[in-house]
């Protein structure tokens, strides 16, 4: 279980909210250094720090990756983006950073529409 206080939904829609403005496009800074999705954001637990300052096992992310990739590097890469199981390792593998980010979009925004639709059903159940 995630040890990471933020909102789950408040962080996939910032995720979105990043990716939509430009987010993972090559810094002016270091134009050679390409940007790792999750990772080069906000919504990386370590997200800031040269070194791991958190396991991956206490990011919400984690929630999203079959079992047998939450011991990888970097787990968040293995989160299936669609129904073919493509996902951002997979993706970066190609080298098509349009495509990686249009299918990391589509992901965020079913995610998000998921959890919406969880929380109105609990809502009008009364459940917490």
Not at 7 to 26: A, V
Not at 87 to 94: P, V
Not at 97 to 121: F, G, N, Y
């Amino acid at each position: 279980m995630a040890k990471d206080d933020r909102d789950i939904l408040e962080l996939l829609k910032e995720e979105l909210d990043f990716i939509e403005k430009g987010g993972y496009g090559r810094s002016v800074r270091t134009p050679w250094k390409p940007k790792s999705a999750f990772q080069d954001s906000l919504t990386c637990i370590n997200y800031g720090y040269p070194y791991r300052a958190h396991p991956c096992n206490e990011c919400h992310l984690l929630d999203f990756v079959d079992p047998e990739h939450q011991g990888a590097e970097i787990p968040c890469h293995f989160i299936p983006l669609n129904e073919a199981g493509e996902t951002i390792e997979d993706l970066e593998a190609e080298d098509n950073q349009a495509k990686l980010e249009r299918k990391v979009r589509d992901w965020l925004r079913a995610r998000i529409k998921e959890i919406q639709e969880k929380r109105a059903t609990q809502a009008m159940a009364g459940c917490p």
